[in-house]
């Protein structure tokens, strides 16, 4: 855990957070402030600052973290198939986009229109 880390004090339970999924390694919640009809946010635990930091061994679980996205879009209410489907966003940095400093890929979905924040910046 990482102090003064506010996605750290949510996977520890400090600070309130809407959940629709946990595990050991990984936590998913609802975004505070969608930009989307379902807006979920999927974290890992552990701190981790964004893709910046990563090794080639973290590839492991962040290939768990992707191949986890579909069902947890669908337990949120997106369509499946064509018709339906789900956008994925993860930024990194100040230049990407980042306001929170520990890595979260952002689940957006749902009919559209969606906000016009969501095309670019999740
Ligand atoms: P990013 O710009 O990629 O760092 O995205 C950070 C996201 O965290 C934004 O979409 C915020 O709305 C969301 N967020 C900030 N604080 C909270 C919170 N306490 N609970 C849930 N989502 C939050
Ligand atoms: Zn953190």
Known sequence: MSENCLFCKIA???IPAKKLFEDDDFLAFHDINPAAPVHIL????????????????????LGKM???A???AAQ??????????????????????????HLHMHILGGPRPWADRAAVAA
Do not use: Y
Not at 85 to 91: I, Y
């Open 42 to 61: 999927l974290i890992p635990k552990k701190h981790v600052q964004s893709l910046q930091t990563i090794s080639p061994e973290d590839s492991v679980w």
């Open 76 to 101: 949120a209410g997106c369509r499946p198939g064509p018709e339906g489907g789900f956008r994925v966003v993860l930024n990194n940095g100040l230049d990407g986009g980042q306001e929170i400093n």
């Open 66 to 68: 992707l191949a986890m």
């Open 12 to 14: 520890a339970g400090a």
């Open 70 to 72: 579909p069902a947890l």
